[in-house]
């Protein structure tokens, strides 16, 4: 009796279980979009001859089926918690949670990466740089699993190998080392990113390297929307949101910020509070990913520009060196040709200043 | 199409359950041949026809040889259905191993055909060939009915990655087979089992055993660990598939052989071979093997007959020389120890079951490895011949990492938690009534989440 009980327990259970996840996942709602991993969700294929005799058309389903199976992030957030909690990996999919924050595994230094992105800075130096007076400095940003992997003994690539092997790379720029300025506490616990009110004084150090002395005082102002950051949506894991904060004050407020990504200056603000609200929220400084910006400060207390090469870290710590420059302007050549650059900015006497983060140095092949 | 995907899991087997089970009795294998038909379709949309093609040819063959039994022409049926068979086996799996060989012993430069190899055609062009030599034989009479041959060689819980399913085993149950709770309940658990082993375990060790090629902080133990890993993802995997395989076959009524007996813990390398991949076996042994003779010719012969076993075994595997050289390997393993090593290991147990692991993980160290020079430098480093150092910072970290996957290989690859359980049950009947439903329904939700965020997971045993 028992037995039987058992048995039909197993089929009913089994068999509800693939009956509701089923018809939730076709009659379910289907989004465009995933909020969490920040990405275009596939769409349903279309049904030809030649898509199902080349195969496309069961792949582009298989693709469907994954992306809108009905409560994909739990699913995904049970997985997570699954291979960090039951079976003891100490990641998963790269990534990991230690202390409360979530970070990425670098383990691998790439020769090839680096190469690429010291071949990139050259080319930058040779093209534009090297027949002028320009000041050319040097930085990297350190991410978040240097000061994890040193607390943990978490496997980690040599980070000093990769600044020392960058350095030898770029003997014409002058380095500016910052990594003793940080802490895994200036870092968001759910995003790549560093905070920027807990980078005044990386700030300070890189504008004292270039003969500037940024001192001025900013109101730390805090975002009224919960911050989850781009390792959140990877891992899927509950974890508490970040609180996003950005200085500001009205030197910045008088700033004339323009994006230049269609070709045509477009005005923008120093901090977009429209993509504060938007999906990544972190992109409200200067205008997120665009290719080039340019910052006018009617406020100078010199006439003096700076060129910046630049990721995504960059966005947050140029507003804090914008006090003494008349003209600064970003670069991103992930965006944009690095044989492009000529176009819009005419390297004379100013500052440059490449900016770049280990996980970017490390995982160059975006850079153009 | 994967077991292991949610487009099976959730779309193809509920709508396949629900066309089985609405339809009268006559018509289930007819929707078994159609769904196979899609089931393959859906990763080989072309070479549907060419399987399509080898079950008419052995269908007609088949006829014949009843037809002319005792006369040439029934002869003449066989040779052609294996010809036929066969030969298109060469083609599409082996032809460009062939060219390549030729190329090299005669200098020349043949272009290679670089044909996409057809999923499961290893293992349909066995199943064709067993029904032709069985109707051959006298062992089962011809089928007439061709969908009953077309849904047995296609029947998609075995098609890709077998196990390799005699006709004489299931010609009966293509006629009549029974449906119940209780089996489609134990085929439930079986099924879920072997996706377990497939998603937890294989999938997993896999991962390390990329780790460790692509790691540029190699050690004498990490060779140890990728050896490991890989000879427990390999039984994970495909005796999972076996599992999933065994466990349809249930829900649909049939019962398949089992393909895997716990090979792990094998005292000798003969023993290995009785519990490893018993379906390719016991067809090498009942299709080759002794119509060779097997072992009652002269030794030489008998040898000679081993050898020339491991050979197709290993190549078989594969079209490459790292396949014949693994096959080959075990042929002397089996040679030495029919001839001295044997006694000893029956006396010395212990003993027997290292040589056995340290054997097998070397032979899975020459088969999966990319080419021979990889291989050889492992199973050196193995054995610290190539200056390795004993063990590096990524080892330990990885060996961390990975240490309860391999706790949890280790011992589901023995009897143990079988046994555990059998005795929980009698013990504790009513507990394990409602504690096994529920740990069913939560490892296959848990499967699931492991789906919904990986991404490609192909099993090993396609390309074979």
Not at chain 1, 301 to 329: A, H, M, Q
Not at chain 2, 75 to 101: E, G
């Amino acid at each position: 009796m028992k037995y039987n009980f058992k048995n039909t327990a197993s089929v009913i259970g089994t068999g509800l279980t693939v009956a509701i996840l089923s018809l939730c996942g076709i009659f379910g709602n289907k989004s465009d979009f995933s909020e969490s991993e920040r990405r275009v969700l596939a769409k349903l294929p279309d049904v030809s001859t030649e898509t199902v005799f080349s195969g496309r058309f069961m792949s582009d389903f298989e693709d469907y089926a994954l992306d809108h199976f009905p409560m994909r992030d739990t699913f995904r957030g049970i997985k997570s918690a699954s291979v960090l909690g039951i079976f003891g990996q100490l990641e998963t999919n790269g990534l990991y949670m230690q202390d409360g924050y979530l970070a990425k595994a670098e383990t691998e230094l790439s020769d090839e990466m680096l190469n690429h992105a010291a071949e990139r800075f050259q080319y930058i130096h040779d093209t534009f740089l090297k027949d002028t007076e320009t000041n050319v400095y040097f930085s990297i940003i350190p991410d978040k699993h240097y000061f994890l992997s040193q607390e943990s003994g978490r496997l980690a690539l040599d980070y000093n190998e990769l600044v020392s092997e960058m350095r030898n790379k770029t003997e014409y720029m002058e380095y500016i080392d910052i990594f003793p300025l940080l802490s895994i506490e200036d870092y968001y616990r759910t995003d790549t990113h560093w905070r920027q009110e807990k980078i005044t004084d990386v700030a300070a150090a890189i504008g004292s390297a270039m003969g500037i002395n940024p001192d001025a005082e900013y109101a730390t102002l805090e975002l009224d929307k919960d911050f989850y950051g781009v390792y959140y949506g990877q891992l899927a894991l509950p974890v508490e949101p970040d609180t996003l904060f950005y200085l500001n004050n009205s030197i910045l407020d008088e700033c004339t910020v323009k994006s230049y990504n269609t070709g045509v200056p477009v005005e923008k603000s120093m901090y977009d509070m429209e993509k504060a609200q938007g999906r990544d929220p972190y992109e409200m400084f200067l205008c997120g990913s665009d290719a080039l910006v340019t910052i006018e400060n009617p406020n100078a207390t010199t006439n003096r520009e700076l060129v910046v090469f630049r990721d995504s870290f960059g966005s947050s710590l140029i507003p804090l060196l914008v006090e003494e420059y008349s003209k600064i302007t970003l670069v991103d050549i992930r965006y944009i040709q690095s044989s492009a650059i000529g176009s819009f900015v005419e390297f004379e006497n100013q500052d440059v200043l490449f900016l770049y983060s280990t996980l970017i140095l490390n995982n160059s092949l975006g850079m153009k | 199409m994967l077991f292991s995907s949610i487009t099976f899991l959730y779309y193809f087997f509920p709508v396949v359950l629900i066309l089985y089970f609405i339809v009268p009795k006559t018509l289930k294998n007819t929707v078994l041949l159609i769904t196979s038909l899609v089931f393959y379709a859906w990763g080989e949309p072309k070479y549907v026809f060419l399987m399509v093609f080898s079950i008419i040819c052995g269908y007609i063959c088949g006829l014949l040889i009843e037809k002319f039994r005792g006369k040439p022409a029934s002869k003449i049926s066989l040779i052609a259905s294996c010809v036929i068979s066969l030969s298109m086996l060469c083609y599409f799996k082996y032809a460009d191993f062939f060219i390549t060989n030729f190329n090299t012993a005669t200098g020349l430069s043949l272009p290679l055909l670089k044909l996409a190899l057809p999923i499961g055609i290893s293992f349909y062009t066995f199943q064709i060939l067993s029904y032709t030599v069985d109707v051959y034989r006298g062992d089962v009479p011809a089928q007439r009915n061709p969908v009953d041959l077309a849904a047995y060689v296609t029947m998609f819980p075995q098609l890709i990655a077998g196990p390799i399913v005699r006709y004489s085993d299931v010609a009966k149950q293509l006629a009549e087979r029974s449906h119940s709770i209780d089996k489609t309940a134990c085929g439930i658990r079986r099924f879920i089992c072997g996706l377990s082993k497939k998603i937890f375990i294989a999938n997993v060790l896999g991962e390390l055993a990329g780790l460790f090629l692509a790691s540029r902080q190699q050690s004498v133990l990490y060779c140890w660990m990728y050896a490991a890993a890989y000879s427990l993802q390999i039984y994970f995997d495909f005796s999972g598939y076996s599992d999933m395989a065994v466990g349809l076959g249930k829900i649909l009524g049939f019962d398949f052989m089992e393909n895997f007996n716990y090979p792990y813990i094998s005292s000798s390398i003969t023993e290995f071979w009785r519990r490893w991949h018993i379906s390719l076996g016991s067809w090498f042994r009942d299709y080759v093997y002794i119509p060779l003779g097997g072992n009652r010719v002269s030794k030489l012969k008998w040898f000679r007959n081993i050898f020339v076993v491991w050979m197709l075994t290993g190549f078989w595997h594969g079209a490459d020389w790292n396949f014949i050289v693994w096959g080959l390997y075990f042929a002397f393993f089996l040679i030495l120890e029919k001839l001295w090593l044997g006694k000893f290991l029956s006396k010395y147990k212990a003993i027997g079951h290292c040589y056995v692991l340290v054997a097998v993980m070397i032979s899975f160290v020459i088969f999966g490895m990319p080419d021979f020079g990889l291989a050889f430098d492992c199973i050196k480093g193995m054995f610290g011949m190539n200056g390795l150092p004993l063990a590096t910072a990524e080892t330990f970290y990885y060996l961390r990492s990975y240490a309860v996957i391999f706790a949890i290989a280790l011992i589901g690859a023995t009897p143990l938690p079988k046994k555990l359980y059998t005795m929980a049950e009698k013990k504790f009947t009513a507990v394990t009534a409602i504690a096994e439903p529920v740990a069913i329904v939560i490892l296959f939700l848990l499967a699931t989440a492991y789906l919904v965020d990986g991404s490609f997971n192909p099993f090993l045993y396609f390309r074979f």
